[in-house]
């Protein structure tokens, strides 16, 4: 079983649409957690940080439910632009940063 | 103005082969990595250094040689190249807390072995 799990998909939701990431984790340890966007041929690059107490950055909402071990995203209205694979990452409480990559959830929107 | 650059982006060479990437960030960061993401598109650590010194090394094949000459720069080079190495390998660099900081990238470096 992998240290982060997430629905590869791919989501084919229509432009205006709200849709929702999950990902799991089974390492206890974990203590940080970030979203990571990554375009096809690209780079990843950081979406967002997640927090017990949720946040929120313009139409991307994180949750983390560290009893449930799950994190969540939540796009509202989708634009074309969000087409990209969203990667989960969890980070241990060591003194490494190492980060532990999900597979990543694929979006497509459409018009 | 790049952040973190990569040379080569794109290498083609036969199984047997040696050959080396090279990395580069001007973020005045002091950990770098190197990430493996392979074709089914899980990234996945290998090698991480902090101020030179080598501080993650997941079980990688000994073929695969980091080389950090100073704080800025972390090399990647591979001997005896296999099919199996055929991925893209991402650097990526952050500041130093311990805690999961926010990693930067490198464009990446799409590696074919024939």
């Known amino acids: 079983r992998k240290e982060v799990e997430q629905d590869p998909g791919p989501f084919n939701v229509p432009e205006g649409a709200t849709v929702a990431f999950n990902c799991t984790y089974s390492?206890?340890?974990?203590?940080?957690f970030f979203w990571y966007r990554q375009d096809c041929r690209k780079e990843p690059k950081l979406l967002m940080s997640v927090y017990s107490s949720g946040n929120e950055d313009g139409r991307f909402t994180a949750q983390l439910n560290r009893a449930s071990q799950y994190i969540s995203l939540l796009i509202r209205d989708s634009k074309l632009s969000d087409s990209a694979t969203y990667l989960c990452v969890s980070s241990r409480s060591s003194n490494t940063g190492k980060l532990i990559f999900g597979q990543g959830t694929t979006l497509q929107v459409k018009p | 103005d790049t952040a973190v650059s990569q040379t080569p982006k794109y290498l083609v060479t036969q199984m047997g082969n040696d050959k080396s990437i090279k990395c580069e960030q001007n973020l005045g960061h002091d950990t770098m990595y190197w990430y493996k993401q392979d074709s089914k598109k899980f990234l996945k650590i290998m090698f991480s250094y902090n101020n030179k010194e080598l501080i993650i090394n997941e079980t990688v094949p000994n073929r695969f040689s980091p080389k950090s000459p100073d704080k800025a720069h972390l090399n990647l080079h591979i001997n005896s190249l296999e099919l199996g190495d055929s991925a893209v390998y991402f650097c990526?660099?952050?500041?130093?807390?311990?805690?999961?900081?926010?990693?930067?990238f490198g464009p990446g470096t799409r590696l074919t072995v024939l």
């Open positions: 390492n206890s340890a974990s203590q940080s």
């Open positions: 990526a660099s952050s500041s130093w807390t311990g805690e999961g900081d926010t990693q930067y």
